[in-house]
């Protein structure tokens, strides 16, 4: 069986790799272009710490064939940082104490980007409902939702202020 | 936030302590850099597959691997066979000792399979694609014999039987036949029978629990590498790298030394990954395909094939004067400890009645092997499930005096000065103040609506202490590391930072903390038992103290005084003579001037830790009942407990969030569910019902401090206590709310509204 | 991970093509459903045919009559997005958006909700009490049917080899008329559905219900159009009488199972609490257009 060959905008930036047909973007992702990052909890698409972006929608990565990445465009956590200017989310995770031992930290981090890219002010409730589907075992959620709700507020004033 | 309530007269000014900085390892865990176990990439590493076995009770006949030998692309192909046959060992560590023949036994089945998804192979392969191949290539003959799951029937004199050496230790005459109870546990005060016989208020249940997975979210993953010579390296996620290193040399029957094992960031642990499924497997497989090999489990061989804890039984008789003074509690448990003997039924025996002072008691416990994954800790193992039956009576008991559930755990609550149930006499612990802070809090009074219910509970963990290994090493700049043998889990490194920048007296920001390979620093027990705060944290404050004494000597050398004529303050040498003008000498100072004084600065302290601080919970949690589905949603939770001194607080409390939030999914949906092959039915999240975001509330917590003496800045442990309470919390808030008492978790909406049904008929 | 093909066909001709060239060739969309059983062993295709390429699967168009076309690999999320279908259907909008997590909606569809065929499928029991119908493409060119018409059984289309559902259509409609879904699950999110119930009514002038179609799901094989329950509020706005019949009614049509989700007895009741639940929400959305 021959690869497939996979031409994608990743982060930014041009990527390309070849992938068996029955490979998921996950496993590209991690294995092809070093970027391990997203991680798999599950692989059945129900505990979100393989979340990324694909074309600006939400998505569990391990779901997704790697071919179908073609021509797209791809955002991982390791995309969301500018440089060594953290993004407000990362920052409030870090403020919050949001964060226990991380693994589901990257997933829930593109999750709640994905969200105030939707709806800048969330209720708690809202928020609660977008993360659902990021699984946390350590932290109750507690203080990932306060980090949420603080970024919101960061990034609703940034807006305000430009 | 919380509260941190100290008790008045002692209440210190830290520097460090107390403060909240962000946790050093923080950048890379929120910009996917950290690497975990499944990260690590070692170059020609192999694919490695684990064979597992279709039944839950089995005996192997034979395994025949040509094929996959063949197979193009196999490198390496491994059984049972391929393992030395070990004599009965027993290793202390974590909060039990482990048998060292059940765990390789554990790891590759030998003449038997024990449950479903039990390793009967194993093999590595230049792809995953190849592996898998190889995997469906291994022939193995199995003869099936009869299973059994339930404790009660595992405890049956008709059950099949899981091994024919288990003869129950701790009866009055050791049985002549093996069975499948593997030990009893027998603790008693007083003469509780008459006790019982004279109370005025009586009360008597039965509950029951499932078994429940710790729920990490990182599937178990690890790089090995052995060269033929029975030298290797290994790279993993696990709650201890020395457990690693000893296990692996255990099981494979190699020299500790020859082992080097460098501990990955872990994504969650909680008690199940103290202990190896994966390492000895890849060793092996190394060794015979020269070359290293990568082995990462599927979220089904988690639920299948590693340690959950305990489904068990638990009996509670409790005997009260009318006044609410408790006089007698009778407890029976009985735990499935899965396919090997070792369920945490001591441990739950000696902390059931924990909380109380209590005149007569008796509590017996028994520890069944059933054909279920082998039980591994999770989080106060045995705790949990005991508390869920004592705290469901003492709230049954409360209502039948007409009492207030914190009023009845007051009149009746350990205090220091009480010999607790287990043995030792209770000093400096906060029990009372953790009832007082939830009766004052704002959740205890805000009114309740139709179908809504308050539930109260409380709990104890022993929290350990245990061989510990920090260093300190001083750069010539002044800056400073610190070295700990203990893996991260919950953000410890941030308070060993913490600790040592306040012994030192520099910033927190100055002092980074790694956490070195087995072979870079001296041993340390695994990171459980709520150890490593307080015990770790005192190695590494008196490594730091080492550090200050050194300081002070190159001080006065400098000085040309004697070393006590050098005080150590504010991170600064101070000269106590008076005849000698000299200006105080910052650490970076002397740091800079370690050459001319005598060499580098540095100090490494192992220790066997002393002294560690129980600790105590209370916890209050609101529900609403949607009566004609039978859902539960928790409105609000507050839990309260004596954390000793939270040393970074924020990380304090999300620890008691962490394990609220286990214990709410324990009470309200998790279990493991086994079809009548004895398979396990929901092996991942989709029906494995761990708690989502949108099924809990913002929880409170009350951290109260009565520092822990035996710990220089007054840390005991937390991260266990607060799974203990949320069972029985739940599940008193449900008959509250629903006037039914549930005595068998979880609390699905279909039993409840089945036991709604049963009542209104 | 089985050996299979991948296929991105960009027209309707080409994929048909592609789906009778190989062997149990398997239709992908959003993936949710296929990608889980392939990786469980539970689906080998020759090829996976890849659909999201083809003009007219993905988009949501409002017809001049006042209808949609929903293309069937649409996802989701883009179908909560759309805000004149929301207020148009938004028993259908909530029903698809309960399906998995917000991740999951970034890519689960319509046809592959439909197609997959569970019975606790949360989209297909408000697709049919909103009498909503699939355009089927194939070797024998397009045809239009009922939702309902492509269930089998679990797991099972009625779907002949190389057909695939392009579209789906929803029916213009009256002015005050609404529908809803409700399902119940264990915890809050993220749950396959225990029994779901999805309601559709059409009210006249004066609030008396004309039209009722009452669906359940995950109650029997196959998702339920239940006759007799639509019939009991007829003619009426909803007074208790109708709601215990409807309530009867529902629960006299369940055959569910007993499982790992839900017990016969609770997902019959259920069944009857749900019926009721999502007649009076459609009800009261109805009432107030």
Same mark, same amino acid.
């Given at each position: 069986m021959s690869k497939i060959h996979v031409t994608a905008t990743v982060n930014g930036d041009p990527a390309e790799f070849l992938t068996d047909p029955g490979t998921t973007l996950l496993d590209a992702l991690r294995d092809e272009l070093g970027l391990t990052g997203s991680k798999e909890g599950c692989g059945s698409g129900d505990c979100g710490a393989c979340s990324v972006m694909v074309d600006g929608r939400l998505v569990c990565s391990c779901l997704v064939l790697a071919a179908e990445a073609e021509g797209r465009r791809?955002?991982?956590?390791?995309?969301?940082? %500018?440089?060594?200017?953290? %993004?407000?989310?990362?920052?409030?995770? $870090?403020? %919050?104490? &949001?964060?226990? +031992?991380?693994? +589901?930290?990257?997933? $829930? $981090?593109?999750?709640?980007?994905? $969200?105030?890219? &939707?709806?800048?002010?969330?209720?708690?409730?809202?928020?609660?409902?977008?993360?659902a589907g990021n699984l946390c075992r350590c932290t109750g959620y507690d203080k990932v939702i306060r980090a949420v709700l603080d970024a919101a507020a960061v990034l609703r004033q940034e807006r305000r202020a430009a | 936030m919380s509260d941190v309530l100290d008790r008045p007269a002692t209440a210190p000014q830290f520097d460090s302590v107390g403060t909240r900085p962000i946790r050093p390892d923080g950048i890379d865990k929120v910009t996917g850099r950290a690497a975990f176990g499944a990260d690590f990439v070692m170059p020609g590493a192999l694919h490695g597959r684990i064979k597992r076995s279709p039944y839950a009770h089995a005996r192997i006949l034979g395994i025949d691997t040509r094929k996959a030998l063949a197979l193009p692309g196999v490198k390496a192909v491994v059984t049972g066979a391929d393992f030395p046959d070990l004599d009965e060992e027993l290793i202390e560590g974590g909060e039990a000792a482990s048998s060292m023949r059940d765990l390789a036994w554990n790891v590759m089945a030998r003449k038997k399979v024990l449950y479903d998804g039990h390793a009967v192979a194993a093999v590595a392969a230049v792809s995953p694609a190849i592996a898998e191949a190889a995997l469906d290539l291994i022939e193995v003959t199995y003869e099936t014999l009869p299973h059994v799951i339930d404790v009660e029937a595992s405890m049956a004199p008709d059950a099949p039987l899981l091994h024919d050496h288990i003869f129950t230790s701790g009866m009055p005459e050791k049985p002549t036949t093996p069975s499948n109870i593997a030990a009893r546990h027998q603790f008693v005060r007083g003469d509780v029978d008459q006790a019982l016989a004279d109370a005025e208020v009586k009360i008597e249940a039965r509950y029951t629990t499932k078994a429940v997975h710790q729920g990490y979210i990182e599937p178990h993953a690890c790089v090995a590498s052995m060269t033929a010579d029975g030298q290797g390296q290994v790279w993993s996620s696990s709650q201890g790298h020395f457990m690693v290193r000893t296990y692996c040399a255990k099981v494979l029957k190699l020299d500790i030394s020859d082992l080097r094992v460098t501990p990955a960031e872990i994504g969650g642990g909680f008690g199940g990954k103290t202990t190896v499924y994966l390492e000895p497997v890849a060793l092996a497989l190394s060794r015979i395909a020269g070359a290293p090999v990568k082995l990462v489990m599927s979220r089904d061989e988690v639920f299948r094939a590693t340690g959950p804890t305990s489904g068990g039984v638990i009996e509670v008789k409790l005997g009260a004067t009318k006044d609410g003074t408790i006089t007698a509690a009778d407890v029976l448990l009985k735990f499935q400890a899965g396919a090997f003997p070792g369920s945490p039924v001591g441990a739950a025996c000696m902390t059931a009645l924990a909380c109380y002072d209590l005149p007569n008691f008796r509590i017996v416990g028994f520890d069944v092997v059933t054909n279920t994954p082998k039980v591994a800790a999770y989080r106060a193992p045995g705790a949990p499930i005991a508390a869920f039956g004592v705290e469901s009576a003492m709230d049954e008991l409360a209502r039948k005096l007409g009492m207030d559930p914190i009023d009845l755990r007051a009149k009746n609550g350990a205090r220091d000065g009480v010999k607790a149930a287990y043995g030792p006499t209770f000093q400096n612990i906060g029990f009372l103040e953790s009832l007082e802070a939830i009766k004052q809090h704002p959740n205890y009074a805000i009114p309740l609506g139709p179908n809504q219910g308050r539930g109260v509970a409380v709990g104890f963990w022993f929290n350990v202490g245990g061989e510990s290994t920090a260093a300190i090493h001083i750069s010539e700049d002044g800056t400073a590391t610190v070295a700990t043998a203990n893996p991260d889990i919950g953000g410890s490194r941030a308070s060993m930072a913490i600790m040592a920048a306040e012994t030192l007296g520099i910033p927190v920001d100055k002092v980074r903390p790694v956490i070195p390979d087995t072979a870079s620093i001296g041993y340390s027990m695994l990171t459980g038992g709520s150890r490593t705060t307080f015990a770790v944290g005192m190695a590494v404050v008196q490594a730091a103290e080492k550090v200050v004494a050194e300081l002070k000597r190159r001080a006065a050398k400098l000085w040309d005084v004697s070393a006590d004529q050098v005080a150590w303050e504010g991170g600064k040498a101070v000269c106590l003579d008076a005849t000698k003008d000299v200006a105080p000498m910052t650490l970076k100072a002397l740091a800079g001037q370690s050459a001319r004084t005598g060499g580098p600065i540095s100090a490494e302290v192992s220790l066997n830790a002393q002294g560690a601080g129980p600790g105590f919970a209370t916890h209050v949690c609101d529900v609403e009942i949607d009566p004609e589905t039978g859902g539960v949603t928790v409105l609000r939770y507050t839990a309260s407990q004596d954390v000793g001194r939270a040393i970074h607080p924020s990380y304090v409390e999300g620890q008691i969030q962490g394990g609220v939030a286990q214990g709410v999914g324990w009470a309200l949906n998790e279990e493991y569910i086994f079809d009548a092959e004895g398979r396990m039915e929901n092996a991942g999240f989709l029906d494995y019902r761990v708690p989502v975001a949108s099924d809990l509330p913002m929880i409170d917590t009350v951290l109260i401090e009565v520092p822990n003496p035996r710990h220089p800045y007054g840390a005991k442990g937390v991260g266990e206590v607060p799974i203990v309470p949320p069972l029985a919390a739940v599940a008193n808030a449900v008959r509250a709310a629903t006037g039914v008492r549930m005595c068998d978790l979880p609390l699905s909406p279909p039993k409840i509204r089945a036991a709604l049904d049963a009542r209104a008929t | 991970m089985p050996q299979f093909d991948y296929v991105a066909p960009t027209s309707v001709d080409e994929a048909v093509k592609a789906l009778l060239a190989a062997p149990a060739a398997r239709v992908l969309a959003g993936g949710t459903d296929l990608i889980v059983q392939l990786k469980a062993g539970r689906a080998s295709p020759g090829a996976v045919v890849d659909l999201k390429r083809i003009p007219g699967s993905i988009g949501i168009r409002r017809e001049a009559d006042g209808g949609f076309t929903i293309g069937a690999a649409t996802s989701g999320a883009a179908i909560g997005e759309d805000v004149a279908l929301t207020r148009a259907w938004p028993g259908v909008v909530e029903a698809t958006n309960l399906i998995g997590s917000t991740q999951v909606q970034g890519r689960a569809s319509l046809g592959g909700n439909l197609c997959n065929a569970s019975p606790a499928a949360d989209s297909v029991p408000a697709l049919i009490a909103a009498r909503a119908t699939c355009v089927i493409v194939g070797p024998a060119g397009r045809r239009e049917a009922p939702v309902e018409a492509i269930q089998a059984g679990p797991g099972r289309t009625?779907? @002949?080899?190389?057909?695939?559902?392009?579209?789906?259509?929803?029916?213009?409609?009256?002015?005050?008329?609404?529908?809803?879904?409700?399902?119940?699950?264990?915890?809050?999110?993220?749950?396959?559905?225990?029994?779901?119930?999805?309601?559709?009514?059409?009210?006249?002038?004066?609030?008396?219900?004309?039209?009722?179609?009452?669906?359940?799901?995950?109650?029997?094989?196959?998702?339920?159009?239940?006759?007799?329950?639509?019939?009991?509020?007829?003619?009426?706005?909803?007074?208790?009488?109708?709601?215990? @019949?409807?309530d009867a009614a529902a629960r006299a049509a369940c055959n569910p199972i007993d499982d790992k989700r839900g017990t016969v007895d609770y997902r019959t009741k259920i069944a009857g609490v749900l019926a009721r639940r999502a007649a009076t929400i459609a009800y009261n959305r109805a009432e107030v257009r």
């Open positions: 791809i955002e991982t956590i390791e995309g969301l940082a %500018h440089g060594t200017e953290l %993004h407000p989310l990362q920052q409030k995770f $870090l403020e %919050h104490a &949001a964060l226990q +031992c991380g693994f +589901c930290t990257p997933g $829930l $981090l593109v999750a709640a980007k994905a $969200l105030l890219d &939707a709806n800048p002010d969330p209720s708690e409730e809202e928020t609660r409902y977008w993360l | - | 009625t779907l @002949q080899p190389g057909e695939f559902i392009l579209e789906f259509r929803l029916p213009p409609r009256p002015r005050k008329s609404a529908d809803a879904y409700l399902r119940l699950i264990p915890r809050t999110e993220m749950d396959i559905a225990v029994v779901g119930a999805g309601v559709n009514l059409v009210l006249d002038g004066a609030g008396v219900v004309t039209e009722a179609y009452v669906s359940l799901g995950a109650v029997a094989p196959t998702t339920l159009l239940v006759k007799a329950a639509g019939d009991a509020l007829v003619g009426g706005k909803l007074e208790e009488a109708a709601l215990e @019949q409807l």
